[in-house]
């Protein structure tokens, strides 16, 4: 199988979807978000909080190096955190925020809080200049 983006494929931006084929897989993905909520019911608050903030990080290191940026995880977690009001819990305290940090959480931080929304073409292309300031990638 060839790699594309998906905007290299040829019907691009009009996708024909077969919703019976899709049937098998998300029966699965929402059996499998149903046993996270499970679990996550029986979590403290505090351990719900240090997953958000690990997946954050992990999300916003993951961006940037799809661009081939490596972000300090140190950075990103402190800003996370502040994000997420765990800022009280003893970690080290960011000292200077980063743009590009804040720039990638900015993204994760909408599309978390605007999750149930349609994604717009305004929206989309928000997160795009967000992510590249310039109107490109680095690659």
């Not at 909408?110 to 490109?136: C, D, I, M, N, Q």
């Amino acid at each position: 199988m060839r790699f594309m983006w998906i905007w290299q494929a040829p019907d691009w931006p009009q996708f024909q979807v077969d919703a019976q084929a899709l049937q098998p897989a998300l029966a699965a993905a929402r059996l499998a978000q149903g046993r996270m909520l499970g679990i996550v019911g029986g979590l403290r608050l505090v351990d719900l909080g240090e997953l958000q903030l690990a997946e954050w990080a992990d999300e916003a290191v993951a961006t940037a190096q799809i661009e081939g940026e490596a972000l300090q995880i140190n950075s990103v977690r402190a800003s996370a955190a502040r994000r997420l009001g765990l800022t009280h819990s003893g970690r080290a305290v960011l000292r200077q925020r980063e743009p590009r940090v804040e720039a990638t959480l900015d993204v994760i931080e909408a599309a978390v809080l605007h999750w149930a929304e349609p994604l717009s073409a305004e929206r989309l292309f928000g997160w795009h200049a967000a992510l590249f300031p310039t109107g490109r990638s680095g690659i």
